[in-house]
């Protein structure tokens, strides 16, 4: 069999996230405006907002990549939201589907079991903090991001196949009422 792993993560929280990585490429004098004091949390909430059609690929990620390309169509199975992962499979092709947010608590289990492994150990890399725009990314999370943005984005098919209702209520509530901290 060919066996495939792949992500979903709370929709926003990937756009978020993402913003921050391609940052240097949607601001390129970023350095600049920060060293001016015009990246204020709401003007990188504006940035973020305005970048409307960059965010719609990730809506269409699994029907233009995974169903087009191999044929798998993951809306037409439920997906194991107390689990947090899913195996597809047609023909040879398998494909481990896990929710980012489930990752440290059912990944490992789910990585072994699929791959056939006996031991597997989850490591983080890539992180934010990382990067050079952190500074930036952790001024954005004390701003909330606008009721619109976030009705468009929870109202999709992604975010509304893998989570539950109670899940994108508590997500809208992170995003609307920031916490520095996190």
């Known amino acids: 069999p060919v066996k495939i792993i792949s992500l979903v993560r709370d929709p926003v929280a990937r756009n978020v996230s993402t913003f921050f990585y391609a940052f240097p490429g949607f601001v390129p004098e970023w350095k ?16 973020f907002e305005s970048k409307r059609q960059f965010i719609q690929t990730a809506f269409n990620w699994f029907d233009e990549q995974v169903k087009d390309t191999l044929g ?30 489930d990752l440290y608590r059912t990944g490992e289990d789910a990585l072994r079991r699929f791959l056939r492994l006996p031991q597997i150990e989850m490591v983080k ?35 509304r196949h893998f989570y539950t209702d109670e899940e994108i209520e508590g997500f809208i509530q992170r995003w609307r009422n920031p916490n520095p901290a996190r």
């Open 32 to 47: 600049d405006m920060e060293s001016q004091n015009l990246l204020s949390a709401s003007a990188l909430n504006a940035i």
């Open 72 to 101: 798998l169509d993951v809306y037409t199975v439920s997906f194991d939201t107390s689990r947090g992962w899913q195996v597809y499979k047609k023909g040879q092709v398998e494909l481990l589907l896990l929710r980012m947010e």
């Open 125 to 159: 890399v890539n992180t934010g903090e990382e990067r050079e725009t952190y500074e930036l990314y952790r001024r954005f999370l004390t701003y909330p991001i606008s009721q619109e943005y976030l009705n468009m984005t929870y109202s999709t098919r992604l975010a």
